[in-house]
Every structure is written in C-alpha cells, then in structure tokens.
C-alpha cells in the first residue's frame, strides 16, 4: 500500500512563505505523476499543482506564486508557496496518479495522503 505523508502546514499571515513538503514511500513503479490539490470548508477539491517527468502544471490561481518541485530519489514532492493570500487557506493535499489525464483531474489520482492544513490570515 503506497503511503503519503504531507508536512510543512502552518498558520502564516498574508504575503508570507510556506514550504509544503510530500514523501512517498511503498511506491511499485518510478517517477509517477504527482500532485497538489486543496480543499477549503465549504467547497470542493480543487486542483494546485502538479508534475510529471520534466513538465509542471499549475491552476491559474497559484500561478507565479507556487513553485511544484520533486527530488525522484527520496520519491519526495515539494510545493513551494510564496505570497500567500487569505484564499489560500485550505487543507492541502498530495496525490499520486495513477498515469492518465489531464493532471488537473482528481480522478487520475490512485493515492493520497492525509492532508496539511494551511491557514493564511489577513
């Protein structure tokens, strides 16, 4: 059974930084696509970012803000968020897909952790 873990959630006030981090471990195949979404109270799962092989995506309303990166050997993600905004408030998610498309589509996604809460005030 793949295992997820997500660390690095925190409350931060508008315009700071927060590093969100994803290991992986018990993974059957290498360098699969992996994601980030959220969900905030209220409403649905949303699609953040996401990266396979050389190739990132982002929802237009991260983009130049949050940066996906991925170190392949500690099977490890990493989501970058700099200038947080209120908005940004959600409990974040990492997911592993399991190899379809698009990658804005939670139902590509095989594994998930349990979610870090991320809290942003104003």
């Known amino acids: 059974q793949v295992q997820l873990v997500e660390s690095g959630g925190g409350l931060v006030q508008a315009g700071d930084s927060l590093r969100l981090s994803c290991a992986a471990s018990?993974?059957?195949?290498?360098?699969?696509?992996m994601g980030w979404f959220r969900q905030a109270p209220g409403k649905e799962r949303e699609f953040v970012s996401a990266s396979r092989w050389s190739l990132t995506y982002y929802a237009d309303s991260v983009k130049g803000r949050f940066t996906i990166s991925r170190d392949n050997a500690k099977n490890t993600v990493y989501l970058q968020m700099n200038s947080l905004k209120p908005e940004d408030t959600a409990v974040y998610y990492c997911a592993v897909s399991g190899g379809g498309w698009p990658l804005s589509d939670d139902r590509q996604y095989a594994y998930w952790g349990q979610g870090t809460q991320v809290t942003v005030s104003s």
């Open positions: 018990r993974l059957t195949f290498s360098s699969p696509a």
